[in-house]
């Protein structure tokens, strides 16, 4: 169960980047200028609201200054030409205060609806990719699971060192201090759980993709300790570069929408962009390397390192399915097992494209049913059915050599009394 739902929700939301991932390398270069306009554009600028800077009552806000265009009796300012009032008036509507990544997605990116071909296509793609792969079997995956692992670490370890050089190491710690800074009120909301649930469940799920491929490389010995203590380090190395990459690119970008960079106001500001974390691919990193051919090359190298790593953890979760159905259906094991694969094959596919058209189609239920109808009960799922498990099983056969899913023995190393 937890294998199925989890793979369904890689298939749907992983395939769907690559679409907006396309639409943002084509429009970088006519979005720069919005980007930079707060800092070095005009002072009447629409996409530079600024929460953290308080006018007066008769007071209006452009580009995080406060102009009073009217005096106390009710007349206009002479301080002022007919056009700046109206741009300012303009500027300061309700209408108009969004925030800057509202602005790019919505007016340069100008995202088409949920349901159109060309995402289905994507959607349909991807997880066709890994049935494909699937149905060749885990000797396949093995041949290709060291690129699907190395190539997008090397990748964001690389840009983590980019990025820090870009912005500065005194910014950047600056960023840091403020993301790791303990807010302990958070720990009363619903989106904090929600949110930790989903980065623990995405980190731990590449984590044991990786420690599969490990174990299935030649002249390893795999161990269960030595395998655990993989999983805990590589959850927690994917922890530190998302962070040593995102609070930096978000404290940038933080500085760079609006003239005023004092540490106080900073610090507010960045934590207003915060909120719009999910957009970061599409939004934040843009504004950051979109100033040279080189950048608008290593943001492409980025996407697709982002879809070659969500390849290997699908393919992980449907052989988990693949395994199940085995066990819940035993007379498939006297077919050919090429022909029974590629049917457990194929009709993943089916449901995943299924569950694609339904969560893409609404687009108010897909947060919704993705974040609290799918993702809380998954660590429970996973609780009942290694519980299931080891009572099926018992301990020595729960604990299987990873060696054994692509036919070889088991090492001579594995000795389940070591637990």
Known sequence: MMAVMQAMLLGSSIAVSPVYGAKCLGSLHSAVAIWLSCSFGTRLNSNCYDISVNCGENELQSNSRCYQIF????SINDQYTWEEVVQIITNSSEALRQLPTQIYANEILRPAPYSNDLIMSGATFVNALVAGVAMLGMRTYMKIAKFLVVFP????VFLTGLILRM??????????????????GSL?????WTDAIIHVMTSLCVASGMMIVISSMKRFNNNAIRDTVFVIFSDILCTILACLLISPIIGYTASQMYTTSSSESFMYKMSYLAGEWNQLPYTLLP????RSGAGLGMLAVLYIAIIVM?????VIALEMIILTVYRAFPDLLHMDERISRKFICAAYLAATFGYAYVAISTKDSELFWETYCVVIPLPFLALLEIIAMIHLYRMPRFIVNMKTMLGKPPSNV???DML
Not at 153 to 156: Q, S
Not at 167 to 184: E, K, N, T, V
């Open 71 to 74: 005096n106390h009796d009710g």
């Open 153 to 156: 670490v090397v990748i964001i």
């Open 167 to 184: 912005i500065g190491f005194q910014r950047a710690l600056l960023s840091l201090g403020d993301a790791l800074a303990p807010h302990f």
């Open 188 to 192: 009363l909301t619903l989106r904090a």
């Open 287 to 290: 504004s950051l390397f979109a």
């Open 310 to 314: 969500s390849l290997g953890p699908q």
């Open 414 to 416: 594995w000795r389940c």
